[in-house]
């Protein structure tokens, strides 16, 4: 069974850039997290889409945004581009809302973004 | 602020030695949640407590968890060099869908 997947590995972008990150959740999940997880500190809670609905938002600015797609497959964009986002962004996906619920959630590799 | 809080922030030992990390949080949990994370890679799954389990066994991996102390332990016995990774924990509160991770413990491993 293939692992949850993102895209790109790595980018490199300049101040006031944008930015599409993608994640293709495990098959049969239909909740996708996004974190963000600057050098050195935990995983700060960006998104969580469930069922292509956004379920809940972290406190980050609205320049954070993103959407899911019917296959459950999931995008976040950030515009306007600040060094402070040079991070590496992590999504992750779960079964969801269903009997037995659990939470535990599964990682794809992440994606290391560089602001210059 | 974070809901669950890592400790030790960085721990060194050598291999065959135990490790133990803790994890404190602040309000009632559903479960926690041990990962670990490779340098600069994404995160594994290591074992998931529930809050009316007191302890539970993986492998080398043995957790506890304390809710009258809102406090949980990861025990990683006879340590290998591998074993060198970052270690979060991660609660569901009561009511919320989202796990909240600490900061980690970073752990190094010398062979």
């Known amino acids: 069974e293939a692992g949850v997947t993102q895209s790109p590995t790595h980018l490199i972008k300049t101040r006031g850039q944008q930015v599409t990150l993608r994640c293709s959740p495990i098959s049969g999940h239909t909740s996708v997290y996004w974190y963000q997880q600057a050098l050195g500190l935990g995983l700060q809670f960006l998104l969580w889409y469930d069922e292509g609905e956004e379920r809940n938002r972290g406190n980050f600015p609205p320049r954070f945004s993103g959407r899911q797609f019917p296959n459950y497959s999931s995008e976040l964009n950030v515009n306007a581009l600040e060094l402070e986002d040079s991070a590496l962004y992590l999504c992750?996906?779960?079964?969801?809302?269903?009997?037995?619920?659990?939470?535990?959630?599964?990682f794809g590799p992440g994606t290391r973004l560089t602001v210059l | 602020s974070q809901q669950g809080e890592e400790d030790p922030q960085a721990l060194s030992i050598q291999e065959g030695e135990n490790a133990t990390m803790n994890c404190s949080y602040k309000?009632?949990?559903?479960?926690l949640q041990w990962y670990r994370q490779n340098s600069g890679r994404g995160l594994v799954h290591l074992i998931l407590i529930r809050s009316n389990e007191r302890e539970k066994h993986s492998g080398r991996l043995r957790v506890t968890l304390d809710t009258s102390k809102k406090s949980s332990s990861l025990l990683i016995t006879a340590s290998r060099a591998a074993d060198t990774a970052s270690y979060f924990c991660a609660t569901d509160a009561r009511g919320s869908y989202i796990p909240t991770f600490g900061r980690g413990t970073s752990l190094i491993v010398h062979p």
């Open positions: 992750a996906s779960s079964p969801g809302n269903i009997a037995g619920y659990t939470n535990e959630q599964f």
């Open positions: 309000t009632s949990i559903n479960n």
